[in-house]
Nanobody, 120 residues
């Protein structure tokens, strides 16, 4: 059973930092790319960052480049999102995403989400 469990969200002032974590289980974490998405109220879910299975390659959405860093610890089956210089526009529910093989095809899995609120 695939599980993705996010943690680390909360309320932070503009300019502050948060570190999100996503603990994965039920699949071979070290052979799968991992992603973070976010969804703000009234908006569609959007990709924030992606990290390759070995952690050597990362991709970021333009709004977060230079402020957010995605990383992973394959020994702990955990992916992280370090968020610095947070802005009110970063307020959203943040989701962890994986698409591992289940049998002969890949399936989409999402965590339950963690709320990030940036406000003074």
């Amino acid at each position: 059973q695939v599980q993705l469990v996010e943690s680390g969200g909360g309320l932070v002032q503009p300019g502050g930092s948060l570190r999100l974590s996503c603990a994965a289980s039920g699949f071979t974490f070290s052979t799968n790319a991992m992603s973070w998405y976010r969804q703000a109220p009234g908006k569609e879910r959007e990709l924030v960052a992606v990290i390759s299975s070995d952690g050597d390659s990362t991709t970021y959405a333009d709004p977060v480049k230079g402020r957010f860093t995605i990383s992973r610890d394959n020994a702990k089956s955990t992916v992280y999102l370090q968020m610095n210089s947070l802005k009110p526009d970063d307020t959203a529910v943040y989701y962890c995403y994986a698409r591992p093989y289940r049998g002969f095809s890949r399936r989409d899995y999402w965590g339950q989400g963690t709320q990030v609120t940036v406000s003074s």
